[in-house]
């Protein structure tokens, strides 16, 4: 009897003892956090610490043993066969980076197409949908990164709007220079204006762009009510190119300025509400601002400036004096070219419509249409301010005879068929 006692006591006994390691293994968790797939406590199985790394689901803490990056919470294993601390310079995105070695706390900030969360991330200072822009001003996604084939939607092959193309131009033709892909859009001139709340007249006087020239000041906005009146509202009855008010920028007399305004402001200025939102608007190609305020925008873009009436010659016909447009002789042009009124987004316009901001083309909309070095709307869309004045050519909303001819026109000159794309 007694030894059936005690086989029962041994029976119960080993019971006992593995429904408490079934309950240690549940409940008792590695430091940090994972599963153990040995004995709590201990090194076993393929660990390369207690508890920690192999085949273990728990990686292994800072100081720990290991054998290869997987075994640790970093992602650093270290020569000495320890977890290393989250560094800038060990190839793991760790830490609060927010690319590998780049972003968060780190000293390093990331390049174009990295990962980030904040603009501070990105060296260029803009992070767009948590990837680093190519450029400074293409903060936001509407007109920062809608350029390109199609329209909004699924099917759109659109791209970074601040990309910078080499052109190869040779030596004794003055050099190999930059110069940006698309024209300015709406939402790039946004993103400076916000930033520096308006006041361009600050900016230029502590950071004057090369060859300013100290009278240009007078005809940048220093105060957001300024850039208002600068870009596009409060300009009834302007009708001369040489005039400062800029036709086709009062959107009660038919005009179309690009840059979106509240109803509240335009009121305020002296004009009607916007037909379309900003959203809309952002995309489209930056019209309605004068050259001096362009030089201050391209320099701000990260050192940027309007590129001389030479380079961009270049860029359209590579040196090639018989190809009359970009694209080459074809035409006719309407295929290769927003002009004369054969474009318009996000819908038609009836004959009462008094916007006409539909008729403004987003860069890149005709990709048949590129310049030799890939370069986009180099003809039609608008006319374009260089460094010496402005160019004559096939716009929205004409179609020019004179295409390619020098222009100059007062750096203080507006108009909703005259835009620019900054060299570099």
């Avoid at 004096?321 to 009836?350: C, H, M, Q, V």
Wanted: glycine share 14%; aromatic share 8%; hydrophobic share 30%.
């Amino acid at each position: 009897m007694a030894v059936l006692l005690a086989a029962s006591s041994l029976l119960v006994l080993g019971c006992s003892s593995g429904e408490d390691q079934a309950s240690s293994s549940s409940g008792g968790a590695p430091s940090d956090g994972g599963p153990s797939v040995g004995k709590p406590g201990a090194k076993d199985g393929d660990e390369t610490d207690v508890d920690c790394g192999g085949a273990s689901a728990a990686r292994c803490a800072d100081g720990k043993r290991c054998q290869a990056s997987t075994d640790c919470a970093s992602g650093a294993c270290a020569a000495d066969g320890t977890c290393a601390a989250p560094s800038p310079t060990d190839g793991v995105k760790n830490g609060d980076e927010t690319d590998v070695d780049c972003g968060g706390s780190t000293a390093t900030k990331c390049a174009p197409a990295k990962g980030c969360k904040a603009h501070a991330d990105c060296v260029l200072g803009a992070c767009r949908e948590g990837v680093c822009a190519m450029g400074k001003s293409c903060r936001a996604k509407n007109g920062g990164g809608t350029c390109g084939a199609g329209e909004i939607g699924p099917d759109a092959k659109h791209e970074d709007c601040c990309i910078v193309l080499d052109v190869p131009r040779p030596a004794a033709s003055g050099g190999p220079y930059k110069l940006d892909k698309y024209l300015v859009t709406a939402g790039r001139m946004r993103a400076f204006i916000e930033e520096l709340k308006g006041d361009v007249k600050s900016y230029v006087n502590a950071n004057p762009p090369p060859g300013w020239d100290e009278e240009w000041t007078k005809s940048v906005p220093g105060s957001e009510a300024e850039a208002i009146l600068q870009l596009g509202v409060g300009q009834k009855g302007a009708t001369s190119y040489g005039g400062s008010l800029g036709p086709g920028c009062f959107v009660e007399g038919k005009g179309a300025p690009a840059y979106w305004f509240s109803p509240e402001q335009q009121q305020a200025s002296g004009d009607i509400a916007r037909a379309f939102t900003q959203d809309e608007l952002d995309t489209k190609v930056l019209n309605c601002a004068t050259r001096a305020l362009f030089a201050a925008f391209c320099h701000w873009d990260g050192g940027g400036r309007l590129p001389t009436y030479d380079e961009r010659l270049y860029a359209v016909d590579g040196g090639d004096d018989s190809k009359k447009y970009p694209w080459g002789n074809d035409t006719p042009i309407e295929n290769f070219a927003a002009i004369n009124f054969n474009y318009f987004w996000p819908r038609a316009l009836a004959d009462g419509d008094l916007d006409r901001g539909a008729y403004l083309p987003a860069p890149g909309r005709f990709p048949q249409g590129k310049g030799p070095f890939g370069h986009m709307d180099l003809a039609g869309a608008v006319e374009t301010f260089t460094a010496e004045g402005g160019v004559m050519q096939n716009s929205f909303q004409e179609k020019e005879l004179a295409y390619g001819n020098k222009r100059i026109w007062n750096p203080s000159t507006r108009h909703w068929a005259i835009g620019a794309r900054c060299a570099r």
